[in-house]
């Protein structure tokens, strides 16, 4: 199974930028989509974001469009999401996943989980 690995989180003052790593151990991740879910104190996991196996096809979440941007290196077996602007609301912890499919919001369609990392916004 390809391991992934959330980095990047932590604390930042609100409207200020983070950048979330997902880093994959599998060879074979340029054969995944990958996306991004965060979930809040609770709230229901959300769907934040989703990259194509090229990188070329990208879906983003009503709350967090022009605001965060996705990419990926497939050379690094990477993922990542840049965030600016942030608001309090993105307090959640924020997981990278992955399915052989392609894009989907809901969690059930991926079968493969980082261990999630903490994002704190601030006021």
């Known amino acids: 199974q390809m391991q992934l690995v959330e980095s990047g989180g932590g604390l930042v003052q609100a409207g200020g930028p983070l950048r979330l790593s997902c880093a994959a151990s599998?060879?074979?991740?340029?054969?995944?989509?990958m996306g991004w879910f965060r979930q809040a104190p609770g709230k229901e996991r959300e769907f934040v974001e989703c990259i194509l196996q090229s990188g070329i096809g990208k879906y983003y979440s009503e709350s967090v469009k022009g605001r965060f941007t996705t990419s990926r290196d497939n050379a690094k077996f990477t993922a990542y999401l840049q965030m600016n602007s942030l608001k309090p609301e993105d307090t959640a912890v924020y997981y990278c996943?992955?399915?052989?499919?392609?894009?989907?919001?809901?969690?059930?369609?991926?079968?493969?989980w980082g261990q999630g990392t903490q994002v704190t916004v601030s006021s």
């Open positions: 996943a992955s399915n052989s499919f392609g894009y989907s919001p809901n969690p059930a369609f991926y079968n493969n």
């Open positions: 599998g060879r074979t991740f340029g054969s995944y989509a």
